[in-house]
């Protein structure tokens, strides 16, 4: 049983477009997160979710919206998508804010 | 803003030696965490810290809050060839605020 799963694992468009990446979590985990991991490995946390508020929401462009429809789901909307938004983006998962994070497999976006 | 400083950056050892790497950092940290990510993976969890100066180990791994709570080291004693990855500490200055170090890329040398 996969805890944490991100659909779509791999996704490529062309600028300009609009899309999004969904995330489930089996845990009955709180709080939801997504991270943006760049070229260089570095990951940077965006959004945070607990019980479906929002509680972290780090210096993201406005293009990008987190959506909890339920404590299970945190999906991620990119309007008007961009060269620069080329990334793996990743979900986790904790209990509580502030323990620890299981992530999800990731999804690779390529913006051509 | 808060940094974390991991070093080392990237490491090549030899198949069976002891690994040690660690992260740094000018603010104080409520709690650590240790990741190890595949390629195409997402990171995994190895160990969780919360107190200062806790030691907790995980098979070969040993990890330690430091006492003074702006570090943290992990170390893998006899490396096997699956031990290579990217491994990546995490720190939670407030239940809220998480950052990661930048990794340690490991490699083992044929």
């Known amino acids: 049983d996969t805890a944490v799963s991100q659909t779509p694992k791999y996704l490529v468009t062309q600028m300009g477009n609009d899309k999004s990446i969904k995330c489930e979590q089996n845990l009955g985990h709180d709080t939801m997160y997504w991270y943006k991991q760049d070229s260089k490995k570095f990951l940077k946390i965006m959004f945070s979710y607990n019980n479906k508020e929002l509680i972290i929401n780090e210096t993201v462009p406005n293009r990008f919206s987190p959506k909890s429809p339920d404590k299970a789901h945190l999906n991620l909307h990119i309007n008007s998508l961009e060269l620069g938004d080329s990334a793996v983006y990743f979900c986790?998962?904790?209990?509580?804010?502030?323990?620890?994070?299981?992530f999800g497999p990731g999804t690779r976006l390529t913006v051509t | 803003g808060q940094q974390l400083n991991q070093s080392p950056q990237s490491m090549f050892i030899q198949e069976g030696e002891d690994v040690s790497m660690n992260c740094t950092s000018s603010?104080?940290?409520?709690?650590w965490l240790w990741y190890k990510q595949d390629p195409g993976e997402g990171p995994v969890l190895l160990i969780a810290?919360?107190?200062?100066?806790e030691l907790t180990s995980n098979g070969r791994l040993t990890a330690q809050f430091g006492i003074t709570r702006k570090d943290s080291f992990l170390n893998i004693s006899a490396s096997i060839p699956s031990d290579v990855g990217i491994y990546f500490c995490?720190?939670?200055?407030?239940?809220?605020?998480?950052?990661f170090g930048s990794g340690t890329r490991l490699s083992i040398r044929p």
């Open positions: 995490a720190g939670y200055s407030s239940a809220s605020k998480i950052i």
């Open positions: 986790a998962s904790s209990q509580l804010a502030g323990g620890e994070q299981y």
């Open positions: 603010s104080i940290f409520n709690t």
């Open positions: 810290l919360y107190k200062a100066g």
